[in-house]
C-alpha cells in the first residue's frame, strides 16, 4: 500500500467525504448539501445515486492510497436501505463515520454500529422543540434525541452533536454546551454559518466570540492538527478524552483551515471533487474501471489548492477575492 498522496501545498489526502444520497426528510434552512447548494431531491431513490458497488470500489482504490477514513453523508444517508451494507464492505482499514439527522437511529443504531460504523455526527440545532422546527422545517425533534440515545447506548464513540452558528441558534450555544458536558458520550461541534453556500448573510453571526466564551470557559483546551482547530473541554468530563468536548469549525475566511484540509469529497451522482468551496472541479467518475478511479483521484489531489489563502487571496481592502492566476479556470470535463 502506497503512503498519502500530496498536493503541491503539502496537504496529504487520508480522508474522504461521500454523499450517499441528495434526498431529506429535513429542509434545514442553512443546509448548502455538500457545496453543491440546495438541491434537495425527491424522497424517492434516483437511479443517479452511486450504487454500492461504486461506493466499495472508490474506497478499496483509495485504500490503496493511504486513506484510512471515510465519512458517509447526505443528504440524509440513512434513507440509503443500503447503507449497512456500504458500510460492512468498507475496507477494514478505515475508520466509518457517518452524519445524519439522527430520526433514523433508533432502531438500526446498533445494526450500524455491527456493521462497522465506528461513530457519528447527529444534527441537533437547538433544545427547544419550535426552535429547531423553524430551523429543521421538522417536527422530529423528540425523534432526534432518541436517536442520539440509541447511537450511545449502541456504542458509537464519540457522538457529536452538530450545531451550526447563526441567528436562529446563537441563543443556544450556552445550553448546548452545558448539555454535552453533562451528558457522557456525548461531543458538540460547532459549525460556522457558511453565508457564501447558503445566501442570507444577514444570519451571520461572530463566531470568534464563541471561541473567546468557551476559552474563558474550558478546565483545558488542545488543539488538533485537522483543520487547525481547537478543542475546548468543559464540566465534569473534561478530564475524559472525549466527553464535555466542544469543537469550533470555522472554515470562513480562515486560511489555517484550508492549510490543514486532508479531504476530498464525492457527490452522490459520483463525481469527485477536491474542495468543498469549489464545483469548477468536479470529475465523473461515471462508469470508470479501477485504473480510471485511480488515475482520477490522483489528478483531482493534485489539483487541489486551498481556498482561502489560494484560490481565493485578500485584497488590500480586506476582502477576500479571486486569484487572477484561476481567472477563467474551464470547468472540469466528464
Known sequence: MAGPLADDFGREVTGVRISLTDRCNFDCVYCHNEGLGDTRGPMEPSDAEMSADDVVRFLEVVEG??????????????????????????????????????????????????????????????????????????????????????????????????MVVFTHTAGYVEE?????????????????????????????????????????KADRVEHREMHDRKRYFVGEASDDDTGGMVEIVDPVENEEFCANCGRVRVTHEGYLKGCLNRNDDL????????????????????????????????????????????????????
Request: charged share 30%; net charge negative; proline share 5%.
Open 65 to 162: 492510497y493511504g486513506v484510512d477514513a471515510v465519512k458517509f453523508t447526505g443528504g440524509e444517508p440513512m434513507l440509503r436501505q443500503d447503507l449497512a451494507e456500504i458500510i460492512e464492505r468498507t475496507p477494514d482499514s478505515m475508520e466509518v463515520s457517518m452524519t445524519t439527522n439522527g430520526t433514523f437511529l433508533p432502531g438500526r443504531a446498533a445494526d450500524l454500529k455491527a456493521a462497522g460504523l465506528d461513530r457519528v455526527n447527529v444534527s441537533q440545532d437547538a433544545l427547544d422543540p419550535d426552535d429547531f422546527a423553524e430551523v429543521t422545517k421538522s417536527g422530529a425533534y423528540e425523534q432526534v434525541l432518541e436517536g442520539v440515545r440509541a447511537a450511545v447506548d449502541a456504542g458509537l464513540d464519540p457522538v457529536k452533536l452538530n
Open 176 to 216: 448546548m454546551v452545558e448539555h454535552v458536558a453533562d451528558n457522557d458520550g456525548l461531543q458538540l461541534q460547532l459549525i460556522q454559518y457558511m453565508p457564501e453556500l447558503t445566501g442570507r448573510p444577514e444570519w451571520n453571526v461572530d463566531i470568534g466570540r464563541v471561541h473567546d466564551w468557551l476559552a474563558e
Open 283 to 334: 470529475r465523473s467518475m461515471g462508469e470508470m474501471t479501477r485504473a480510471e478511479i485511480a488515475e482520477t483521484f490522483e489528478e483531482v489531489v493534485a489539483n487541489r489548492v486551498p481556498y482561502y489563502g489560494e484560490y481565493l487571496v485578500e485584497g488590500e481592502d480586506g476582502e477576500y477575492e479571486l486569484n487572477e492566476k484561476y481567472l477563467g479556470t474551464p470547468p472540469a470535463a466528464d
